[in-house]
């Protein structure tokens, strides 16, 4: 069994890693379906690779759906920030919606659509290989290490974005340059654990943590810490009940959550009480 999940396990934890601390940035944006709306971007450029003959696992695929999520950045960069006569959500929501039924007009004309919509939401992280594992963890330093570099302006641009703008900070470039990296994230892991999963590492972990902490240091090192839980869970569970990975381990996010709002709540309710 150890065999078996190994890779899987590395696969989670390393997701876990650069997901989670992205999606506390997700949650304060209050931009919460921009990953599934990038993650459908990135499974439409896929299938248009694939319907024009592209390998649909090879670096011109690869590529095809890292063009698509740029042109995505792009459009939510622009998107302005502060007051609009529309919400940045409603423009994000209806870029998901257009990108998933664009998908699956896509993947009609190539043969087993239905297997391929299915790994496109689900994928299959039980059968990571060490590619994968490789590909996704390079992508996740360089990404981790950039944001690291450049941590104030995205900090402040998240947190407080008309003071960012009042410091001179171009809140489109480096809105841009947040949907870049984490798109960049996104095409390399979609492939592999799907694109609900995907936005369940991304948001779970971070509201989870939102509902603990306060810090922004703390937050991070909560959702890390209960993005490693959720991903031993759920896959544990999966390979004991010979259930479906994806869906097992997102239902077993969902599980972790409910477990976290309840722990809040009594901590909120005992203050009042005393």
Same mark, same amino acid.
Not at 35 to 55: K, Y
């Given at each position: 069994?150890?065999?078996?999940?190994?890779?899987?396990?590395?696969?989670?934890?390393?997701?876990?890693?650069?997901?989670?601390?992205?999606?506390?940035?997700?949650?304060?944006?209050?931009?919460?379906?921009?990953?599934? #709306? @990038?993650?459908?971007?990135?499974?439409?450029?896929?299938?248009?690779?694939?319907?024009?003959?592209?390998?649909?696992?090879?670096?011109? %695929?690869?590529?095809?759906?890292?063009?698509?999520?740029?042109? +995505?950045?792009?459009? *939510?960069?622009? $998107?302005?920030?502060?007051?609009?006569?529309?919400?940045?959500?409603?423009?994000?929501?209806?870029?998901?919606?257009?990108?998933?039924?664009?998908?699956?007009?896509?993947?009609?004309?190539?043969?087993?659509?239905?297997?391929?919509?299915?790994?496109?939401?689900?994928?299959?992280?039980? *059968?990571?290989?060490?590619?994968?594992?490789?590909?996704?963890?390079?992508?996740?330093?360089?990404?981790?290490? *950039?944001?690291?570099?450049?941590?104030?302006?995205?900090?402040?641009?998240?947190?407080?974005?008309?003071?960012? #703008?009042?410091?001179?900070?171009?809140? /489109?470039?480096?809105?841009?340059?947040?949907?870049?990296?984490?798109?960049?994230?996104?095409?390399?892991?979609?492939?592999?654990? +799907?694109?609900?999963?995907?936005?369940?590492?991304?948001?779970?972990? %971070?509201?989870? #943590?939102?509902?603990?902490?306060?810090?922004?240091?703390?937050?991070?090192?909560?959702?890390?810490?209960?993005?490693? @839980?959720?991903?031993?869970?759920?896959?544990?569970?999966?390979?004991?009940?010979?259930?479906?990975?994806? /869906?097992?381990?997102?239902? $077993?996010?969902?599980?972790?959550?409910?477990?976290?709002?309840?722990?809040? /709540?009594?901590?909120?309710?005992?203050?009042?009480?005393?």
């Amino acid at each position: 069994m150890i065999e078996l999940v190994s890779l899987p396990l590395m696969m989670g934890v390393i997701l876990t890693g650069i997901l989670a601390y992205l999606g506390i940035h997700i949650v304060q944006r209050e931009v919460i379906f921009v990953d599934l #709306a @990038l993650a459908q971007i990135a499974a439409l450029g896929a299938a248009v690779g694939v319907l024009v003959g592209l390998e649909p696992h090879g670096i011109q %695929a690869y590529g095809a759906s890292l063009l698509f999520v740029l042109l +995505g950045a792009v459009v *939510f960069a622009l $998107t302005k920030m502060r007051e609009q006569d529309v919400p940045r959500e409603a423009v994000i929501g209806i870029t998901y919606v257009v990108a998933a039924a664009a998908s699956v007009l896509a993947f009609s004309y190539a043969p087993g659509a239905a297997e391929k919509i299915q790994d496109m939401l689900l994928g299959n992280i039980l *059968f990571a290989s060490a590619r994968d594992v490789g590909v996704v963890l390079a992508v996740s330093v360089a990404v981790g290490a *950039f944001h690291l570099v450049f941590r104030r302006n995205f900090l402040l641009i998240s947190q407080d974005p008309d003071q960012a #703008a009042q410091r001179g900070i171009s809140l /489109a470039l480096w809105d841009f340059l947040f949907y870049a990296s984490l798109g960049l994230v996104v095409v390399s892991a979609v492939g592999v654990a +799907g694109i609900l999963l995907v936005f369940s590492y991304l948001i779970i972990p %971070a509201v989870c #943590a939102m509902l603990l902490r306060r810090n922004m240091s703390a937050r991070i090192a909560v959702a890390w810490g209960l993005g490693a @839980l959720g991903t031993f869970l759920g896959i544990y569970l999966s390979v004991l009940l010979d259930l479906p990975t994806g /869906a097992t381990m997102v239902c $077993t996010f969902a599980g972790v959550l409910v477990v976290v709002a309840v722990i809040g /709540a009594v901590r909120r309710v005992r203050p009042a009480q005393g």
